[in-house]
């Protein structure tokens, strides 16, 4: 092919080079910012080398590239550049460059790994770091090492992760390009007190109109906010035209073409690197992106709205100062910029896992083992993935991909979504099926949150993109005819998001998957019982999830959509304070039915028992005083002394229950059971013997004071006290002690009437300093009693004893 006078961007002049790379060392990494022609101009130079397969991230990226290269050469696309996204192929039998999707590249592969008929393939905007990207990365890595060593290979990047794809490559020449950049300034525009990003972004946007020439390039995470935002512009004086993935082709052309005045073009990520917007002098950025995310622990994935990284941020800029100086509004204060990320998260490490499982089965290797990763897939992540694949018969138990797993894979879909319409065909029909799973992968298509609702317009109004999905999805499953219910087809695909409300009356419903959800107001669902959720989100700060798109269902199409998450068990537990056995039938966490149980597995039941010992505490017990002060002498005892008598507070008698209370806890059956239980004799078990025939020696219950009285120590405190009529200790001249006298007793040291007139832990000092004027505070409210001046001189008494001074 006899290239045409090709557009003086700055990659031309490095065609020869980058040709003759490919030809001596069979691999090479391209490094251009956007904007210098990699995307257009390489592979029509390499064309020399032979049929040139071209993979890009993105559908709309795909299909204006092909149309790009077809322009250059005077053709149209289909001619000597074609392309094939899912849904559509335009090739020819001249064609000798197609641009494929990376997930559609991936899936040929997957069908021939000698991928014949193809001597060069490029894989454009490796930096991207989308997940067919980086698998396909692998597995063509995989089949370059064995089945086809002469395949060329180009990776290309507008970044600086050169050296990893070099590696991955062989070690690989990296071959960089220059930009013609021209200078971008950059202003700062923060949010005002309540404002949302829209009405933020539509602010910029008419500061960009005013303070800048030629087209504005507005970058916002979603179609959604796309269309709030031209909304707060309809007045403006320039055409607002969106760009997004979803919009039909004629939609996308309309921005990748110049105005005939000057335009507005509202757009996602999909303009930051893959394609040209002509005519852009000026970039509003709202500093969001919208990212695949998964939230395990509570069954719901999905887009989440991220702040874009540094790496983000100057590439979008960089789109205001192709052409000549330009300007760029960032949605955010200025001293942010230090905290944004440096990269993109790779969606390898936060996206659902499920699709690439399924492709690794197909490629005969399970765990992603011995193939060359970028970042290697988490195993977390491509466990859960597997274990979906399994409850879906796609594999194995032991990971290899079953027949029906290969079907699904075809079908080129999430497998969750190929399992509802290979399953759902044959139930509902095969053109209903297609019509719902087309909806349920383009969930833009039916803004409402009723689905139903949403799928009769769509059958009214048959737009193209949705229509050729149905066809195309109809193609692959054999002609059936059923009964059109689109709640079954949503269950099959998502049988964990069946959802019943929780009470009459209330918006709130409990997923199959345990997972709480709100239906928003106004949602056309009624008052549904249950509802097959199709989409649900969990905004943040928020545990529960909101309902965004479902159909109402009954149990009795739950029970067949969710047959896999149906199950009667038999539970004991502790519920309200005692033990609840009952047979309950569940579909995954939603309760259908349940029956008490009368005798119930013995096993069961002492573990609930104990579950509710260690919930209540040991105060369920009968502690009566005897107990509580054995309790206080061990614990003194293991203070003071530590092993070999035992810890007995609240968590290590809990922890070691079955020493103690074993015999009555393998007879309890309620909480009644519990109260009955003497807890010092049960106690009594971890007495430590020999040691425990020293137990009164060492910590005794009642210690024998002068008088002839034995007073009760009270261990509750540390030290231990022992409370007594001063009367009654005349004569003692030290302070007692306990634990072989390691520990003195301290003396609360009473009057007649049972009240402290002192308190002591060295008697001896006290009888000398203290005792003279508690003595005469003594002789004056108690006359008729006899306090000596020397109280170690006289006998002890309990009553007056007025000879006794």
Same mark, same amino acid.
């Given at each position: 092919?006899?290239?045409?006078?090709?557009?003086?961007?700055?990659?031309?002049?490095?065609?020869?080079?980058?040709?003759?790379?490919?030809?001596?060392?069979?691999?090479?990494?391209?490094?251009?910012?956007?904007?210098?022609?990699?995307?257009?101009?390489?592979?029509?130079?390499?064309?020399?080398?032979?049929?040139?397969?071209?993979?890009?991230?993105?559908?709309?990226?795909?299909?204006?590239?092909?149309?790009?290269?077809?322009?250059?050469?005077?053709?149209?696309?289909?001619?000597?550049?074609?392309?094939?996204?899912?849904?559509?192929?335009?090739?020819?039998?001249?064609? %000798?460059?197609?641009?494929?999707?990376?997930?559609?590249?991936?899936?040929?592969?997957?069908?021939?790994?000698?991928?014949?008929?193809?001597?060069?393939?490029?894989?454009?905007?490796?930096?991207?770091?989308?997940?067919?990207?980086?698998?396909?990365?692998?597995?063509?890595?995989?089949?370059?090492?064995?089945?086809?060593?002469?395949?060329?290979?180009?990776?290309?990047?507008? +970044?600086?992760?050169?050296?990893?794809?070099? @590696?991955?490559?062989?070690?690989?020449?990296?071959?960089?390009?220059?930009?013609?950049?021209?200078?971008?300034?950059?202003?700062?525009?923060?949010?005002?007190?309540?404002?949302?990003?829209?009405?933020?972004?539509?602010?910029?946007?008419?500061?960009?109109?005013?303070?800048?020439?030629?087209?504005?390039?507005?970058?916002?995470?979603?179609?959604?906010?796309?269309?709030?935002?031209?909304?707060?512009?309809?007045?403006?004086?320039?055409?607002?035209?969106?760009?997004?993935?979803?919009?039909?082709?004629?939609?996308?052309?309309?921005?990748?073409?110049?105005?005939?005045?000057?335009?507005?073009?509202?757009? +996602?990520?999909?303009?930051?690197?893959?394609?040209? @917007? =002509?005519?852009?002098?000026?970039?509003?950025?709202?500093?969001?992106?919208?990212?695949?995310?998964?939230?395990?622990?509570?069954?719901?994935?999905?887009?989440?709205? @991220?702040?874009?990284?540094?790496?983000?941020?100057?590439?979008?800029?960089?789109?205001?100062?192709?052409?000549?100086?330009?300007?760029?509004?960032?949605?955010?204060?200025?001293?942010?910029?230090?905290?944004?990320?440096?990269?993109?998260? =790779?969606?390898?490490?936060?996206?659902?896992?499920?699709?690439?499982?399924?492709?690794?089965?197909?490629?005969? +290797?399970?765990?992603?083992?011995?193939?060359?990763?970028?970042?290697?897939?988490?195993?977390?992540?491509?466990?859960?993935?597997?274990?979906?694949?399994?409850?879906?018969?796609?594999?194995?138990?032991?990971?290899?991909?079953?027949?029906?797993?290969?079907?699904?894979?075809? @079908?080129?879909?999430?497998?969750?979504?190929?399992?509802?319409?290979?399953?759902?065909?044959?139930?509902?029909?095969?053109?209903?099926?297609?019509?719902?799973?087309?909806?349920?992968?383009?969930?833009?298509?039916?803004?409402?949150?009723?689905?139903?609702?949403?799928?009769?317009?769509?059958?009214?109004?048959?737009?193209?993109?949705?229509?050729?999905?149905?066809?195309?999805?109809?193609?692959?499953?054999?002609?059936?005819?059923?009964?059109?219910?689109?709640?079954?087809?949503?269950?099959?695909?998502?049988?964990?998001?069946?959802?019943?409300?929780?009470?009459?009356?209330?918006?709130?419903?409990?997923?199959?998957?345990?997972?709480?959800?709100?239906?928003?107001?106004?949602?056309?669902?009624?008052?549904?019982?249950?509802?097959?959720?199709?989409?649900?989100?969990?905004?943040?700060?928020?545990?529960?999830?909101?309902?965004?798109?479902?159909?109402?269902?009954?149990?009795?199409?739950?029970?067949?959509?969710?047959?896999?998450?149906?199950?009667?068990?038999?539970?004991?537990?502790?519920?309200?304070?005692?033990?609840?056995?009952?047979?309950?039938?569940?579909?995954?966490?939603?309760?259908?039915?349940?029956?008490?149980?009368?005798? =119930?597995?013995?096993?069961?039941?002492?573990?609930?028992?104990?579950?509710?010992?260690?919930?209540?505490?040991?105060?369920?017990?009968?502690?009566?005083?005897?107990?509580?002060?054995?309790?206080?002498?061990?614990? &003194?005892?293991? %203070?003071?002394?530590?092993?070999?008598?035992?810890?007995?507070?609240?968590?290590?008698?809990?922890?070691?229950?079955?020493?103690?209370?074993?015999?009555?806890?393998?007879?309890?059956?309620?909480?009644?059971?519990?109260?009955?239980?003497?807890?010092?004799?049960?106690?009594?078990?971890?007495?430590?013997?020999?040691?425990?025939?020293?137990?009164?020696?060492?910590?005794?219950?009642?210690?024998?004071?002068?008088?002839?009285?034995?007073?009760?120590?009270?261990?509750?405190?540390?030290?231990?006290?022992?409370?007594?009529?001063?009367?009654?200790?005349?004569?003692?001249?030290?302070?007692?002690?306990?634990?072989?006298?390691?520990?003195?007793?301290?003396?609360?040291?009473?009057?007649?009437?049972?009240?402290?007139?002192?308190?002591?832990?060295?008697?001896?000092? &006290?009888?000398?300093?203290?005792?003279?004027?508690?003595?005469?505070?003594?002789?004056?409210?108690?006359?008729?009693?006899?306090?000596?001046?020397?109280?170690?001189?006289?006998?002890?008494?309990?009553?007056?004893?007025?000879?006794?001074?």
């Amino acid at each position: 092919m006899k290239l045409p006078e090709l557009p003086d961007l700055p990659v031309r002049g490095a065609l020869d080079r980058i040709v003759a790379t490919l030809t001596e060392r069979g691999a090479a990494v391209l490094v251009a910012p956007p904007g210098t022609g990699k995307t257009t101009l390489v592979p029509l130079a390499l064309e020399t080398l032979g049929r040139v397969v071209v993979a890009e991230p993105r559908r709309l990226a795909a299909r204006a590239a092909a149309g790009r290269m077809a322009a250059l050469l005077g053709e149209s696309v289909g001619e000597t550049v074609g392309y094939s996204v899912r849904g559509d192929r335009r090739v020819g039998a001249r064609t %000798r460059i197609e641009v494929v999707t990376s997930g559609l590249l991936v899936r040929r592969l997957q069908g021939d790994p000698e991928l014949a008929g193809a001597d060069v393939v490029v894989l454009d905007e490796c930096h991207e770091r989308h997940l067919d990207a980086d698998l396909l990365l692998a597995l063509l890595l995989d089949a370059r090492a064995g089945l086809r060593p002469d395949l060329r290979v180009l990776a290309t990047s507008a +970044t600086v992760a050169a050296e990893r794809l070099s @590696v991955l490559l062989g070690s690989a020449p990296v071959l960089a390009v220059r930009g013609r950049a021209y200078p971008v300034e950059t202003t700062y525009v923060p949010s005002l007190p309540r404002e949302r990003s829209e009405a933020q972004v539509a602010r910029a946007t008419r500061t960009a109109l005013v303070g800048a020439d030629g087209d504005v390039l507005v970058f916002l995470p979603g179609a959604a906010e796309i269309r709030r935002t031209m909304d707060l512009l309809a007045d403006v004086d320039a055409d607002l035209v969106p760009l997004h993935g979803r919009l039909s082709a004629a939609g996308q052309d309309i921005a990748l073409r110049p105005g005939s005045r000057r335009r507005v073009v509202l757009s +996602t990520a999909v303009a930051e690197s893959s394609l040209t @917007v =002509p005519g852009v002098r000026a970039v509003v950025d709202s500093g969001l992106a919208r990212v695949p995310r998964i939230d395990r622990g509570r069954g719901l994935s999905g887009l989440a709205t @991220v702040r874009v990284s540094a790496a983000v941020a100057e590439q979008r800029a960089g789109r205001a100062g192709r052409g000549a100086p330009g300007k760029v509004w960032r949605c955010w204060p200025e001293y942010e910029n230090g905290t944004l990320p440096a990269y993109p998260v =790779p969606e390898i490490r936060t996206a659902d896992l499920t699709r690439l499982a399924l492709e690794l089965a197909c490629w005969g +290797t399970p765990d992603g083992d011995g193939l060359a990763w970028w970042d290697a897939p988490p195993q977390g992540g491509l466990a859960a993935g597997r274990d979906v694949l399994r409850a879906l018969g796609a594999v194995t138990a032991a990971g290899e991909v079953t027949e029906r797993g290969r079907h699904m894979a075809r @079908v080129g879909l999430h497998p969750r979504l190929a399992r509802a319409l290979l399953d759902g065909a044959a139930e509902v029909g095969t053109r209903a099926a297609a019509e719902v799973v087309a909806v349920l992968d383009d969930d833009t298509l039916v803004p409402g949150v009723d689905l139903v609702a949403g799928l009769r317009a769509l059958r009214r109004e048959r737009p193209p993109r949705w229509r050729r999905e149905v066809e195309r999805l109809s193609r692959l499953v054999d002609a059936t005819d059923g009964d059109d219910d689109p709640a079954f087809v949503v269950a099959l695909a998502h049988p964990e998001r069946l959802a019943r409300r929780r009470s009459p009356g209330s918006a709130s419903y409990l997923m199959a998957g345990g997972t709480a959800v709100t239906l928003p107001p106004g949602s056309g669902l009624g008052d549904a019982e249950w509802v097959a959720v199709a989409v649900a989100t969990r905004d943040p700060g928020r545990s529960d999830g909101r309902i965004r798109s479902a159909a109402v269902a009954d149990e009795k199409l739950a029970r067949r959509a969710g047959s896999s998450l149906l199950e009667i068990v038999d539970e004991v537990d502790w519920v309200d304070d005692d033990v609840v056995a009952r047979r309950v039938e569940r579909l995954g966490a939603i309760v259908l039915s349940e029956l008490q149980i009368r005798d =119930p597995d013995r096993q069961l039941l002492s573990a609930a028992v104990r579950r509710g010992l260690n919930s209540t505490g040991l105060t369920l017990l009968h502690w009566d005083s005897d107990a509580v002060a054995l309790r206080q002498r061990l614990d &003194f005892l293991h %203070r003071t002394l530590g092993a070999p008598w035992p810890r007995v507070d609240d968590e290590s008698l809990l922890a070691d229950a079955d020493a103690w209370l074993g015999p009555e806890l393998a007879t309890a059956r309620r909480r009644a059971d519990l109260e009955r239980i003497d807890a010092g004799q049960a106690l009594r078990r971890l007495l430590p013997w020999p040691d425990a025939a020293r137990m009164d020696e060492l910590a005794p219950e009642r210690l024998p004071v002068p008088s002839g009285s034995r007073v009760r120590l009270d261990y509750s405190t540390d030290p231990p006290v022992l409370a007594v009529k001063v009367q009654e200790v005349f004569g003692w001249t030290q302070t007692p002690s306990l634990a072989d006298g390691q520990v003195p007793i301290v003396l609360h040291l009473l009057s007649p009437a049972q009240r402290p007139v002192a308190i002591t832990a060295d008697l001896a000092s &006290f009888w000398r300093t203290g005792w003279p004027q508690v003595r005469s505070d003594l002789r004056g409210r108690y006359p008729k009693h006899a306090w000596p001046e020397d109280p170690t001189s006289v006998p002890a008494h309990r009553g007056t004893a007025r000879n006794a001074g």
